[in-house]
Nanobody, 118 residues
Framework: QVQLVESGGGLVQPGGSLRLSCTASGSVLSIVLMGWYRQAPGKQRELVATITNYGATNYTESVKGRFTISRDTDFNTWNLQMNALKPEDTGVYYC????????????WGQGTPVTVSS
């Protein structure tokens, strides 16, 4: 199993930056894909960015050039650097780990809220 804890959310003005972190414990070496998702009030959860265990990244169109997903050298923490934030980036941000140990499993963190407002 994998346990995920997000941190780093908060209130920021438009144009500002935040760095979210997702710290994993448990079967960390079995994580093949880590994703950041967000859910705005009244909307469905959407994919923001993903990174594979080989370092390949993918971003939803609306955050390209502004957000960067990465993995720390300790290999237990994944980060989402968010720059040039917009009000439409507001929502609860979740990380999700895809684990393969014989079969595929997915694990979610509890989420961290981000509010972009002046």
């Amino acid at each position: 199993q994998v346990q995920l804890v997000e941190s780093g959310g908060g209130l920021v003005q438009p144009g500002g930056s935040l760095r979210l972190s997702c710290t994993a414990s448990g079967s960390v070496l079995s994580i093949v894909l880590m994703g950041w998702y967000r859910q705005a009030p009244g909307k469905q959860r959407e994919l923001v960015a993903t990174i594979t265990n080989y370092g390949a990244t993918n971003y939803t169109e609306s955050v390209k050039g502004r957000f960067t997903i990465s993995r720390d050298t300790d290999f237990n923490t994944w980060n989402l650097q968010m720059n040039a934030l917009k009000p439409e980036d507001t929502g609860v941000y979740y990380c999700k780990a895809t684990v393969i140990i014989i079969t595929k499993s997915e694990y979610w963190g509890q989420g961290t809220p981000v509010t972009v407002s002046s």
